[in-house]
């Protein structure tokens, strides 16, 4: 496998024509073993057959790694062109379990494996040309082209792992074992597992921005925690020591789960382990790509929950406290044993790849007194996670993090036999809901001290609490709630009919979807960002939010919404989604009305949407525009300014291009008028704008 795995790139130290050509090498060493990845199913059927009802079939990964190059290369304006716009769509969004996912098989109809091969070549070429074509000067940071060239190679290489994951579920029947090459042959009785002890200490943890390595958002900023002393398991826990908890009724015994686990439980009826199989009396193991006999020496790989219950298990039949590793006591198990950012990837290891293509024994590889503290299978701690002091988000991958900063998501830390790039570095953070299977299994943590789990409840990224303040919160220097106006300007041209169908195109942290609820059959509230949807349907599912903005200097103000208190309802007939306005998918078509506020200027081409934005309204539909016209303040290219420039030396308004762009199609149904739009920066920073609202009848 080592003409396909490559660490991943030092993006400061070096020449920057090697550097080019090194992360060149490394795009293809990924591209490639993706491609290898889909070697292993044995025909094109395989590709459609779902292996999680929760998850696409894999058509769609094997499209999504390379349709996520182009669309960030066209967010990041490196490129102006799209390869195929339908691909683009569809292939975009939908790999989580999000309420704002797109699951329904009904609204897809996916392309051949022949044409997405032929799209995945294509977009080989363009990624190749804009690697050799961008001029490149270290240290690639943030603002620097060649870091989206590294985005799309570590996110492709994160599905490498999760697509293995859901290969590994589908049945034998569709897979050609040992592609990749053969598993580990090594298997025995499980070694008895000895608890050790780890000093305490003060844990430093999170990742400088000026980092040699590449890094997601969630990794950087700076969190310092105080350690006590606790024990840990020397090996993780094995199949042989997890039979003990199967063989003791810990499937059936609901006083060893948490009400989450209990109710997983019973829905999916497990009786031990997803990977596990048992004929008669005796057990088998289900791999990425066969099944062997039950190796007993082996990690057991397990969801959270039922981690977390064997760990209960343990404590109430032994009387002492056990439970799993939180992040900060995994960094500082592995600071006493020797490890560190220094040396995480030259340590022996099961690991990227370059020892086995499956786990192997839990006391194989040695780090200090414990064994597998990096490597083998990935390990689940007690984390849900977070950002740290000091998080921010990337601007052209604003929903890769916060989504999962619900409580729901817990931290899995040390990387698997699989984990390449970004995923086997010493900073890698990568967290999943608790009832979902990766290559994953944990080590027992015994100690009597308190578990602190860190949770924000109150939103303090500044831009979503902004919008939400905006959205949510008192009249500002007089001037009415910008989105409660919208909404009754919509009501008044709309009329409260409800048996209309409503597309909100740009619906931020969702007021003006909830004030329009009772007028509508059906409202389908979009937003480019996860950030701000996931406000929404907190409120949509909850009823309520909160939120931190800025006062003055250090001081801040705690806001709490009610959605109940606002005389608003969280009725089942709204729908909140992450698209691309400039790239929708076909379901979003068929609609009375929609709303486009503030949008126009947030698009890569407005023009394109205006000139097409007729196709999704039924006839005599309503368009509602709403726009300061600022095409500067996202650096929207000039040719796909509406208007707001002269030509043929005479001036041409912002609104006069939206009009000839809109006329074939639309009539306007009155003059338009100006709306005050006023955002709360700080207590004493107010950002006024004034929004030209314009209405618009389908011809």
Same mark, same amino acid.
């Given at each position: 496998?080592?003409n ?10 070096g ?5 080019k050509?090194? #992360?060149?090498d490394?795009?293809?060493?990924t ?7 889909? !070697? ?23 499209g999504?790694?390379?349709?996520f ?9 490196? +490129?102006?062109h799209? +390869?195929d ?12 379990e ?12 996916w392309?051949?494996?022949? &044409? ?20 490149? @000067? ?16 570590e ?6 792992? @999760? ?22 042959k ?6 008895k ?17 000026e980092?040699?390595?590449y890094?997601?958002? %969630?990794?950087?900023?700076? /969190? ?11 090996y993780? %826990?094995?199949?042989g ?6 063989e003791?009724?810990?499937?059936k ?5 948490? =009400?989450?686990g209990?109710?997983w ?5 497990? =009786?031990?382990?997803?990977f596990?199989?048992?004929?008669e ?24 929950l ?16 056990y439970r ?9 198990l592995?600071?006493?044993?020797? +490890? ?29 007194e414990?064994?597998?503290?990096i490597?083998n299978?990935w390990?689940?701690?007690?984390t849900p ?18 989504? @999962?900063?619900?409580?729901k ?10 984990s390449t ?6 900073h ?24 602190? #789990?860190?949770?924000?409840s109150?939103e303090?990224?500044s ?7 905006f959205?949510?919160g ?7 709630n ?6 009754g300007?919509?009501?008044?041209y ?6 209309l169908?409503?597309?909100?195109l ?21 937003d480019?960002s ?21 006062d003055?200097?250090e001081l801040? /103000? ?15 007939n ?19 009305v929609?709303l486009? +506020? ?10 394109q949407?205006?000139?097409?934005? /007729? ?11 709403g ?9 929207i290219k ?15 308004t912002?609104f !006069?291009g ?5 006329q ?6 009155? &003059? ?8 709360i ?11 030209? #609202?314009?209405v618009?009848?389908?011809?």
């Amino acid at each position: 496998m080592n003409n396909f795995v490559a660490c991943t790139t030092d993006l400061i130290n070096g020449n920057a024509e090697e550097k080019k050509a090194e #992360i060149r090498d490394y795009f293809l060493k990924t591209y490639a073993l993706d491609e290898k990845l889909y !070697e292993h199913l044995k025909n094109d059927k395989a590709f459609y057959r779902r292996a999680d009802p929760l998850r696409h079939p894999l058509i769609f990964y094997y499209g999504h790694t390379a349709v996520f190059f182009i669309n960030k290369l066209v967010l990041a304006k490196i +490129i102006d062109h799209r +390869i195929d716009s339908h691909f683009e769509s569809v292939f975009a969004i939908g790999v989580d379990e999000m309420s704002w996912d797109d699951l329904n098989e009904s609204n897809y109809d996916w392309p051949t494996v022949k &044409e997405v091969f032929e799209y995945r070549r294509k977009v080989k070429e363009v990624v190749l040309k804009v690697i050799d074509s961008t001029p490149l @000067t270290l240290p690639i940071n943030w603002e620097n082209p060649f870091w989206i060239i590294m985005m799309g190679i570590e996110h492709e290489r994160i599905h490498i792992e @999760t697509s293995s994951v859901l290969i590994r579920q589908l049945p034998l029947e569709f897979l050609k074992p040992d592609v990749f090459d053969v598993p580990c042959k090594e298997s025995g009785t499980a070694p008895k597992n000895r608890m050790l002890n780890v000093e305490g200490g003060v844990v430093v943890i999170g990742k400088p921005y000026e980092h040699r390595f590449y890094g997601w958002d %969630v990794e950087y900023g700076e /969190h310092r925690i105080e350690v006590n002393a606790f024990k840990a398991s020397e090996y993780l %826990v094995s199949n042989g020591e997890f039979l003990a908890f199967v063989e003791a009724g810990g499937y059936k015994t609901e006083d060893y789960w948490t =009400e989450e686990g209990w109710n997983w439980c019973q829905y999916k009826k497990a =009786e031990f382990p997803l990977f596990w199989r048992k004929n008669e009396d005796k057990y088998f193991l289900r791999l990425f790509d066969q099944e062997i006999e039950m190796p007993w020496n082996w990690p057991v790989e397990l969801n959270y929950l039922e981690a977390k219950a064997f760990a209960n298990w343990k404590t109430k039949t032994t009387g002492k406290t056990y439970r799993l590793p939180t992040e900060a006591e995994w960094y500082r198990l592995a600071e006493q044993n020797g +490890i560190t950012d220094n040396n995480f990837n030259k340590l022996q290891a099961n690991i990227g790849l370059e020892k086995f293509v499956s786990p192997c024994p839990v006391d194989q590889f040695k780090h200090g007194e414990f064994y597998d503290i990096i490597g083998n299978v990935w390990q689940w701690t007690e984390t849900p996670v977070t950002g740290y002091p000091g998080f921010k988000v990337h601007p052209l991958y604003d929903d890769f993090s916060t989504p @999962t900063f619900d409580g729901k998501h817990n931290m899995i830390k040390g990387g698997s036999w699989i984990s390449t790039g970004n995923e086997a570095t010493w900073h890698a953070r990568y967290a999943f809901r608790r009832h979902f299977y990766q290559h994953a299994g944990f080590r027992l943590v015994e100690s009597e001290n308190p578990l602190i #789990i860190r949770n924000d409840s109150y939103e303090t990224d500044s831009e979503v609490a902004q919008s939400c303040e905006f959205n949510y919160g008192k009249p500002v220097l007089g001037f009415n709630n910008f989105p409660k106006s919208i909404a009754g300007i919509c009501k008044q041209y709309a009329g409260n009919q409800k048996s209309l169908k409503l597309l909100d195109l740009n619906c931020d942290t969702g007021r003006t979807v909830f004030e329009l609820s009772d007028s509508f059959k059906q409202i389908t509230g979009i937003d480019f960002s996860a950030r701000f949807i996931r406000m929404a349907i907190q409120l949509q599912e909850q009823g309520f939010i909160r939120y931190i903005t800025k006062d003055e200097g250090e001081l801040v /103000h705690y806001n709490d919404v009610q959605l109940l208190e606002l005389g608003l309802n969280p009725k089942d007939n709204l729908q909140f989604m992450q698209a691309d306005a400039n790239n929708l998918k076909p379901i979003y078509t068929g609609y009375d009305v929609i709303l486009a +506020i503030n949008l126009l200027e947030e698009l890569y081409n407005p023009k394109q949407f205006l000139a097409s934005i /007729h196709e999704r309204l039924n006839a005599a539909g309503i368009l509602i525009l709403g726009s300061a016209y600022d095409w500067e303040k996202n650096k929207i290219k000039r040719e796909n300014w509406p208007g707001a420039f002269k030509q043929d030396g005479e001036p041409v308004t912002s609104f !006069e291009g939206i009009k000839a762009l809109l006329q074939d199609n639309f009539e306007l149904v009155e &003059e338009r008028q100006n709306l005050p739009a006023a955002k709360i920066l700080s207590s004493r920073n107010v950002e006024v704008s004034v929004v030209e #609202i314009s209405v618009w009848k389908k011809r």
